[in-house]
C-alpha cells in the first residue's frame, strides 16, 4: 500500500483556555448556571474586574470534554431551576472552537447554553459558534464610538455589528450596561442607547450594572495603571435614573 501523502496523525483535540469555573451561579442568565470563565481579552475595559483574564494562555488548559463531565455533576441543579451552562470571560469568542465544542455537547444534553461577551472577536467566529447558544449576554458598554474608545481601548464597529446580526438571527439577547460615574453616564449617550436598543426585537431585557471596585486589588497585584481609583460607586438613585431612561422607550430593565 502507498501510503506517501496520507496524514496518518489523529487530528489534534481542541484545547482550552480557563481562568475559573463557578458551579452554582445565579447572575450569569436564567436559573442555577455552570459558569466557565475563560482566559484571553483584547479589550481593556477601565472597570474590568477580572484583568487577570488578559493573557489566554495564562489560563488552564482543559478540553471540552474534561469540562463537560464537571457540568453533568450539576445538571439536576439546572434542570430543577431552569438554569444551564454560561461561558464567559475575559472574552469567550477568542475561543471559538474550544467554547463551540463545549456548547455543542451541552446542547446535545438538552442543557440551556448561554454566551456572556462583548461581542468584539472575528466576526465569522462568532457566527460559528451561536448556532449553539440559546442565550447571549451582550455588554454595551458604551454607544458613542469616542466614549467606547475611552472605556476598552478598541473600535465600537465591530460590535455594533455583531448585535444587529443578533437581531437579524432573532437570537435571544439580555443586554447589559455598566454604570460608571463620570465615564458611562452622559444621560444624552444613554438616551440614544435605549432608543437604539428599543429598536432591537431580540432584546428580551437590559441589566444595568452600577459600578463596583472589587477587582481594584488585581489591578495594584499586577502592576496595571487603575485609572478608576478615585471614581465613587454609582447610587441606587443614578442607577434608577437610568433604568428609566430605558423604560420610556419600551424596554424591560433590570
Known amino acids: 500500500m502507498n501510503l506517501e501523502g496520507l496524514n496518518l496523525h489523529p487530528k489534534t483535540e481542541i484545547i482550552g483556555y480557563i481562568h475559573s469555573i463557578e458551579t452554582c451561579g445565579?447572575?450569569?442568565?436564567?436559573?442555577?448556571?455552570?459558569?466557565?470563565?475563560?482566559?484571553?481579552?483584547?479589550?481593556r475595559c477601565q472597570y474590568c474586574h477580572n484583568p487577570d483574564t488578559r493573557n489566554l494562555q495564562a489560563g488552564k488548559v482543559v478540553t471540552p470534554k474534561e469540562i463537560f463531565e464537571?457540568?453533568?455533576?450539576?445538571?439536576?441543579?439546572?434542570?430543577?431551576?431552569?438554569?444551564?451552562?454560561?461561558?464567559?470571560?475575559?472574552?469567550?469568542?477568542?475561543?471559538?472552537?474550544?467554547i463551540g465544542e463545549v456548547f455543542r455537547l451541552c446542547k446535545q444534553a438538552g442543557i440551556h447554553t448561554a454566551l456572556d461577551t462583548s461581542g468584539f472577536p472575528k466576526f465569522e467566529d462568532a457566527k460559528k459558534v451561536l448556532e449553539f447558544v440559546d442565550l447571549v449576554l451582550l455588554d454595551l458598554k458604551a454607544f458613542y464610538p469616542e466614549t467606547y474608545q475611552e472605556v476598552t481601548a478598541v473600535s465600537l464597529e465591530p460590535v455594533l455589528r455583531f448585535t444587529h446580526y443578533l437581531n437579524e438571527i432573532k437570537k435571544p439577547t439580555w443586554v447589559r450596561f455598566v454604570l460608571v460615574p463620570h465615564l458611562t453616564d452622559n444621560l444624552e449617550e444613554i438616551t440614544e442607547l435605549a432608543q437604539f436598543v428599543s429598536t432591537l426585537s431580540n432584546v428580551?431585557?437590559?441589566?444595568?450594572?452600577?459600578?463596583?471596585?472589587?477587582?481594584?486589588?488585581?489591578?495594584?497585584?499586577?502592576?496595571?495603571?487603575?485609572?478608576?481609583?478615585?471614581?465613587?460607586a454609582a447610587t441606587v438613585e443614578q442607577v434608577q435614573q437610568v433604568m428609566e431612561i430605558f423604560k420610556r422607550f419600551g424596554v424591560k430593565v433590570e
Open 70 to 98: 464537571q457540568i453533568k455533576k450539576y445538571r439536576s441543579y439546572m434542570k430543577a431551576s431552569g438554569g444551564g451552562v454560561t461561558i464567559s470571560g475575559g472574552e469567550p469568542l477568542l475561543q471559538p472552537e474550544f
Open 204 to 232: 428580551e431585557k437590559v441589566e444595568v450594572l452600577p459600578f463596583h471596585k472589587m477587582g481594584e486589588y488585581k489591578w495594584e497585584e499586577m502592576g496595571y495603571e487603575y485609572k478608576l481609583k478615585d471614581t465613587p
Open 26 to 43: 445565579t447572575v450569569d442568565g436564567p436559573g442555577i448556571r455552570f459558569v466557565i470563565f475563560t482566559q484571553g481579552c483584547l479589550l
